[in-house]
């Protein structure tokens, strides 16, 4: 049986992260994809990588590219091109120059593998993922964003952080809009099983939940140049996974919603689940006052930044 095909557009930090993870778990051969100028960069990449083949063990073709030519046949796509953020930079900032940038890659994924299926991770999410889906024509179970799998893990660890019991039992989830507008759900969050809001105090709840909110600008301010790439990498990761074997995991991803949780015509933070099919299905359950009232508030921001991209 032929491996699956995993091409991964743009190879800085995240994209580096992703092929690295992609080859450990074995899930298929890699492509790390970037423009002319950085076609050293990516080749040195790879061959780093082929190079750590023989000290972990897995048997991935690894390779570095900045030939269209070489994405035929791709499986599944990761996007991560564009510029990362700068202190001071919102996400809104980083629109003009990335837009630009999503167009290039859906045109030129379109005509080189159709039917694969697309994870973006490029900020601003909800605008990327959309000008994606516009601009490629693809159907929406082969489009997605990576949002709220790496917003629910920011707010799974910093609730482990805050009990002191173990993040691989705290399960949560983050809808809406990948910024500062995102809805932690803790209503529904539990460490093992126990509800979140008998463990944590509720004004302190409330804090870790601001966190969650802002918690790729801490890591921006921190670096003080570029912004996240472990933690995005393996959400990412955990998708195409999914997706590669078919494991129908539920995870919140921007997905195309069409009359979910009142939802029209926009992607957006939503229980998803992907299997083999892409997005298969969007998990809709009741929202109380409060997280409708939230909802709307992120849908305003992401119809914004959506309108701003002029598709």
Request: aromatic share 6%; charged share 25%; with cysteine.
């Amino acid at each position: 049986m032929a491996r699956k095909k995993i091409t991964l557009i743009g190879g800085g930090q995240i994209g580096g992260n992703l092929a690295l993870l992609a080859a450990q778990k074995e899930l298929g051969d890699v492509v790390i994809f970037d423009i002319p100028q950085s076609e050293g960069m990516v080749k040195g990449k790879a061959l780093d990588l082929m190079q750590l083949g023989p000290h972990e063990g897995y048997d991935s073709n690894i390779t570095g590219s900045a030939d269209w030519n070489d994405v035929k046949g791709t499986d599944v796509f990761i996007i991560t091109a564009g510029i990362p953020r700068k202190p001071g930079m919102n996400r809104e900032d980083l629109l003009e120059i990335n837009l630009g940038i999503m167009k290039d890659v859906a045109k030129n994924i379109k005509v080189n593998a159709p039917d694969a299926f697309v994870i973006v991770i490029s900020n601003p999410l909800d605008a990327m993922v959309y000008a994606f889906h516009k601009v490629s024509g693809f159907k929406k179970n082969q489009v997605v964003g990576m949002a709220g799998a790496l917003d629910s893990g920011r707010f799974r660890a910093f609730i482990a952080m805050e009990t002191g019991y173990s993040v691989q039992d705290v399960t949560c989830m983050v809808l809406g809009g990948h910024g500062d507008t995102m809805v932690p759900i803790s209503r529904l969050a539990t460490v093992g099983g126990v509800p979140v809001t008998d463990l944590i105090q509720p004004e302190r709840l409330k804090e870790i939940e601001d966190r969650t909110r802002v918690a790729g600008g801490e890591i921006v301010k921190l670096f003080g140049n570029g912004s996240a790439f472990y933690a995005p990498a393996q959400s990412a990761i955990e998708m195409a996974e999914s997706f590669l074997r078919d494991k129908k995991r539920v995870i919140p991803c921007a997905s195309l919603c069409e009359g979910e949780f009142g939802i029209n015509g926009y992607f957006i933070g939503v229980p998803t689940v992907i299997g083999s099919g892409g997005v298969e299905k969007i998990l809709e359950f009741t929202l109380d006052d409060n997280e409708k009232n939230e909802l709307k508030k992120t849908l305003t921001a992401v119809k914004h930044t959506v309108a701003e991209t002029g598709l």
